[in-house]
């Protein structure tokens, strides 16, 4: 019991003991302590109702000194209130910096609950997406922003992936979405103005497609006096050497140019469609008797397992089994092998080129399929390579919805496996031999 | 009435079912503008690949169409709704309606892209099928967030917004029949483009009626052929 208490009881007792004793030197104990206890109860309902007051008005001047119980209470009540006012004034401080910084964030960030109900969001949001912070709160954030994507992405629970959407404020801007799960059960959408990258990439693949066009027609007549010079049998012996050599050069050149252009065009477009199933193992078959054959080759071999058909552009499926096939012929041996198989299965189709070659270091395999990007700097360019076929791969894959897998392991080979999605692989019944063209 | 208004049911299922029907709606319309700015593009950059795409694609269109109908009927039948949600129900089912009828639109815009696609390309390349394309899905757009946000003020803003889509759906058609005076060689070309433009303009009469609906849906009342350009003395405040 604490020293307030004590007193406050002991004084009460105290009081009550008097008015008895009062009572009894006049022969009335009874009324003696009926009167001390009414006087009591009026002083505490008196200090009460002032209590009462006091808590009502703000103006605590009655209990402002002094040492009973009733003082003590207020004091520590007003102590109790001062510091809950003080906590609240400094979170109401914190909470305004907090949203001063989410404000000057260039980027929008709305708060989303499970429900993907919007709970606040910070200007950038509104600037950027039309949202409105007080208007919008409770209403599902895919109810404003109905991008097909987007509402797919909130509801795939995906927080890894992005989507890109125009911008529903201002015309011809784009915003790159992402959902990052964030507290119990919370959603943060961040909205990025991508508008200016997605002019730069548009630039750029227009400047590579353009600088390409244009080159082709001034190197068209250089290859066309080159072709006919070379054919002439009066220039002098000493001018045939640089005049093949240059000849060899335009050619490549004009090779160059023209993967460059098939590279936009490929970034540009989107999923390849097809009219009717591109046949890979008659690709594979042809590609390979195109290609084999020399004294300086390696063995091919086709393990074409399967007969399905692949969903897609047939030309493009082809320029892959070629450049793959290609570059497994540049970088093995002879004595070597190359095998090619086609396989199918119930997680989609793989086709797959694997040689015995001198394989590639595996620093390198993340940066393979990078334009011009040559393991050794030093050894390919003579050999007919230009740098852009597996590019040119990637993105064709892209289109089909598949994936390039590299595995090497430096010499004993590498294998480029393409994986292609079920949904593209269509499985027909065997065809009769007598049947097949 | 208000958002808060349609969450105060003694079933959570049933505030839940409301939720996700109003969801599906504002997620068709999502579909629906995609679909429509997509068709404007491939007319102006005379991409016949995404014509054809946005054709291709209108089958989603109308199974979100089916799905939702048979969602209102199924509240209908088991929730008995009354007042504000049957307002809300009935508006739902006439705007997917609607929205529906843009879906084809848009399905004949990119039609008619990939036709286009195929001829000579003026020296404008369509700005003004793209201005009024814009027009169109600005208001198609303020129509679904007045939907989505029960906002009257926008839905009344944006419905006086098709006088000024019929403006440029006349200015085109004037200029359209120059050209096919001047030039008949040009008058296939051209009938594709006015058909185009009638379509965006139709677009913007289905956008208007869903603006309708919203203010049904929020006050109660029919505006029907009472708004302003017919009736100025019944303007609402």
Redesign the interface.
Do not use: E, F, H, W
């Given at each position: 019991m604490s020293e307030t208490s004590r007193k406050f009881l002991i004084g009460m007792l105290l009081f009550l003991a008097a008015g008895a004793g009062v009572g009894w030197l006049y022969g009335h104990l009874d009324w003696g302590l009926l009167a001390a206890t009414l006087v009591a109860l009026l002083w505490q309902v008196r200090n009460l109702l002032n209590f009462e007051r006091a808590l009502r008005t703000g103006d605590f001047e009655t209990f402002r000194y002094g040492e009973g119980i009733w003082e003590q209470l207020f004091s520590r009540f007003r102590f109790e209130r001062e510091r809950g006012s003080r906590h609240k004034k400094n979170h109401r401080v914190l909470l305004r910096e907090v949203r001063k910084s989410t404000n000057a964030m260039p980027d929008g960030a709305v708060i989303l609950d499970v429900?993907n109900e919007i709970i606040t969001c910070n200007r950038a949001a509104k600037r950027l997406a039309?949202l409105k912070r007080k208007?919008?709160r409770?209403?599902?954030v895919?109810?404003?922003l109905?991008?097909?994507g987007l509402?797919e992405l909130l509801h795939s629970g995906d927080h890894k992936a992005t989507v890109e959407m125009?911008s529903?404020v201002n015309?011809g801007d784009w915003l790159n979405c992402r959902v990052v799960p964030y507290g119990a059960d919370q959603k943060l959408l961040l909205l990025q103005d991508i508008t200016e990258r997605m002019r730069l990439s548009k630039m750029r693949r227009d400047f590579v497609a353009n600088a390409s066009h244009e080159l082709r027609s001034p190197l068209t007549v250089i290859s066309g006096y080159l072709d006919g010079l070379a054919d002439d049998e009066n220039i002098p012996p000493a001018w045939k050497k640089p005049v093949a050599q240059m000849r060899r050069q335009a050619a490549r050149m004009r090779q160059i140019l023209s993967e460059l252009l098939e590279l936009s065009r490929l970034e540009g477009?989107?999923p390849a469609?097809s009219d009717q199933p591109v046949d890979v193992r008659g690709l594979i078959e042809g590609t390979v008797e195109a290609l084999g054959g020399h004294a300086n080759t390696a063995r091919m071999n086709i393990e074409a397992e399967s007969t399905a058909k692949l969903q897609g552009n047939s030309a493009e499926i082809e320029t892959v089994i070629v450049n793959l096939l290609s570059n497994a012929i540049r970088y093995t041996p002879p004595d070597g092998e190359i095998t090619v198989s086609w396989r199918s299965g119930s997680e989609g189709a793989d086709l797959t080129v694997a040689d015995t070659g001198e394989g590639i270091d595996p620093e390198y395999i993340p940066r393979l399929t990078e334009r011009f990007f040559r393991v050794d700097k030093s050894r390919s360019r003579d050999e007919g390579s230009i740098g852009l076929g597996l590019a040119i791969v990637k993105h064709i894959l892209a289109r089909h919805d598949a994936e390039l897998i590299v595995t090497s392991e430096t010499g004993v080979g590498s294998v480029f496996r393409c994986h292609f999605s079920p949904d593209r692989v269509v499985i027909e019944p065997p065809v009769p031999l007598a049947g097949d063209g | 009435m208000d958002i808060a208004d349609l969450n105060e049911h003694i079933s959570r299922r049933y505030n839940q079912d409301i939720e996700d029907l109003r969801g599906s709606v504002l997620s068709m319309g999502g579909l629906v503008e995609s679909q429509l700015s997509q068709a404007v593009a491939a007319i102006v950059t005379g991409d016949s690949e995404l014509g054809l795409q946005v054709a291709r694609d209108d089958y989603k269109v109308n199974n979100l169409e089916v799905n939702i109908d048979e969602e209102c009927g199924r509240i209908i039948a088991t929730r008995a709704p009354a007042a504000s949600d049957l307002r809300l129900i009935v508006a739902i089912i006439k705007t997917i309606t609607d929205l529906e009828r843009i879906g084809d639109e848009a399905e004949k815009i990119g039609f008619l892209a990939s036709k286009l696609a195929a001829m000579d390309r003026p020296s404008d390349s369509y700005r003004e099928i793209k201005t009024l394309g814009n027009h169109v899905a600005h208001m198609l757009r303020d129509a679904m967030n007045a939907f989505a946000r029960l906002d009257v003020d926008a839905a009344l803003e944006t419905v006086k917004q098709d006088e000024l889509v019929d403006e440029e759906y006349e200015v085109i058609v004037r200029q359209c029949i120059t050209f096919m005076m001047e030039d008949p060689r040009s008058i296939k070309r051209v009938m594709n483009v006015t058909w185009a433009a009638r379509a965006l303009e139709r677009i913007g009469d289905h956008a208007k009626n869903i603006c309708e609906y919203v203010i049904y849906m929020v006050q109660g009342r029919d505006v029907r052929h009472t708004l302003q350009s017919e009736h100025p003395d019944t303007a609402p405040d």
């Open positions: 429900n039309g208007k919008d409770g209403q599902r895919d109810n404003i109905r991008d097909p509402t125009m529903p015309d477009a989107g469609k | -």
